[in-house]
């Protein structure tokens, strides 16, 4: 099946002569959800305003849906949802206004059914006649998805759609994101939380200082290079390690109080429970545990070095 | 073509001139009809008239156009500006709608809510001053003419203002000056040399000019300059702003 959106050789030079997108290429299925992850500044919002219109290319093209995003932009932006990074809303209009004008903007006739269903989706139903500034925060982000979502775009981008947002409404966002794809609308988004990536997305595409350094399935970017380590606090500090323990691979920690265990988490079997028997059963006891995951710039480490 | 869209940028436009009808509709009425006041009814008698026209009656076509030039340059500059302003113009660069769609309903907005002005000021003109309009038609073309020109001015304006001083910095300084010495209280020719020839210089002359022509059937200069002046601008003012989202001038990254 051909890809929803493919973009070859894109690069973007700000008239700072920041260069912010380098030779980007990159294919999204249709369906799927995307992830572009990446560090701040990495150049995720310039690919995607790129894409959406809001920023122009220095070189490069994009086709959405095979229509040229400059050639035929009213047939690729009719597709397109965007959801901002920033809370940019208007502050005297009604909830309902905003959406149907988003609505309207995109070119679709005014069909008060559409909105109503979009705002009860987005639990919004409620604050259908609140104007916006009296929304909070997390109201308004719901808001700026209604207004994408308001022309039944068949994709949605959604820059940084958790950045700032509490870890209630993170879960609920995730669980619209998710409802979305099942309606067959292709998501993109940008993070630059991990787990993020790893809770929603079924391909991954990191970028770094403008650069596409890789784009893969989920899960094959965490068996490579995601690593959790298992550290083990031992009641009393040990010289050295038994020589029973020699297969799992640990590092003691120089004072002798600490052993880390590195563990694939991808497996069906992490092997902690082994360890932990096996630490026992050398009369080492132990006091506490804890665990640790990679933390993006780990990975991106990894990614690098292994690119090298 | 994404009538859908004009409409929306229109309707958006228009309810927001409903939200503060105080200050977009009622107050420059009010400020006119001072004049008129003022102008026409107390000072306006002991003046001698103009061409068998009172003074208070004279004056009219020149405020008007003064309420027309300002009020098209302040409501479609702040339209464009406030989304540029608070960041929601990324809606409108993301949608799929044309340059010239987005200005047609911006100008279209603001020109209507200039017009709906006029309309009013003429009516109340009518209450103070003895007014006639010898050529009607003529005066709704460059009634209409005026409305878009300006408007379309003022979106300019809006699109090049980056902050709130800029945005008030034309209409303040030159346009309200240029009106008030461009013959809104006065016929050129009362001016003496060589002041009744540099003011031909001054574009919003032939603007008044042609306008108080289409009501008492005198004028400064030949009503054909003022309408080829007002055209001129109006077809400068397409080709600036064709230029600005061509080249994404203030608007895209």
Redesign the interface.
Known sequence: MSPIVAVSGLSKVYASGFRALNDVSLEVRRGEIFALLGPNGAGKTTLINVICGIATATQGRVLVDGHDIVTDYRAARAMIGLVPQELTTDAFETVRATVSFSRGLFGRPRNPAVVERVLRALSLWDKRDSTLMTLSGGMKRRVLIAKALAHEPQILFLDEPTAGVDVELRQDMWQLVRGLRDSGVTIILTTHYLEEAEQLAERIGVIDKGEMILVDGKDDIMRRFGKRSIIVRLQAPAARLPESLAGYALALSPDGTEVTYTCDTTGPDTGVRALLGALDAAGIPFADLRTKESSLEEIFVGILRNQS | M?L??V???Y??EM??TR?TLLQSIVSPVLSTSLYFVVFGSAIGSRMSSIDGVSYGAFIVPGLLMLSLLTQSIANASFGIYFPRF???I?????????AFEIVAGYVGAAATKSIILGVIIIATAGLFVPLRIDHPGWMILFLLLTATTFSLFGFIIGIWADNFEKLQLIPLLIVTPLTFLGGTFYSIDMLPAPWNRIVLLNPVVYLISGFRWSFYGRADVSVGISLAMTVAFLVGCLVLVGWMFRT?YRL??
């Open positions: 994404n859908y869209g409409r929306a940028i309707g958006y309810a927001r939200r608070v960041g929601t990324y809606e409108h660069l993301s949608a799929p709608i044309s994404g895209k990254k």
